[in-house]
């Protein structure tokens, strides 16, 4: 089986000392993990291993228990986000209408898999539960951008304009 590559962690010490400080604030408070976990997202993005390790000495936590959390929940992500967030809905209207395939085609042309970001930050990719535009089926998103009745054919194009 191949080993997927994962980005290196870039973090700054800047960002150490704002999670320090968070971690400090509800150190000894019942249910402190989850907001430090928001808070530790939002200083860095998301919640690489390293950030984990720190929240888990921090709280004096098991790192298992951060990490079950951090993978239980959609809102927390252990990979980057890219400039570009693209989102495929995979919601019942979307999948029938042939969403799958563009998925396919976007990992294709971006050589990475759902939940990964490519290696230049550029672009990261999610597939997504229905997003209430069931009548543009199949819909694609690029950040805030809404892309409907989409084929596979209209995936290059798209990208082009980011």
Request: with cysteine.
């Amino acid at each position: 089986m191949e080993e997927k590559k994962r980005m290196p962690f870039k973090g700054t010490k800047e960002q150490e000392q704002q999670l320090m400080e968070v971690i400090e604030s509800y150190k000894g408070t019942d249910g402190a993990v989850i907001p430090v976990l928001h808070a530790a997202q939002d200083i860095y993005g998301y919640l690489p291993i390293e950030v984990q390790t720190m929240i888990a000495e921090g709280l004096n936590v098991p790192l298992a228990e951060i990490y079950g959390i951090v993978t239980f929940y959609t809102q927390f992500s252990i990979n980057p986000k890219g400039q570009y967030k693209i989102g495929v809905c995979l919601g019942t209207a979307c999948y029938v209408k042939g969403s799958g395939d563009i998925l396919e085609k976007i990992k294709e042309l971006l050589g990475i898999d759902v939940g990964e970001c490519t290696p230049d930050g550029k672009f990261s990719l999610d597939a997504t539960r229905c997003i209430g535009a069931c009548g543009l089926a199949p819909v694609m998103t690029i950040n805030d951008d809404v892309y409907g009745r989409l084929t596979v054919d209209d995936v290059a194009d798209i990208f082009s304009k980011y």
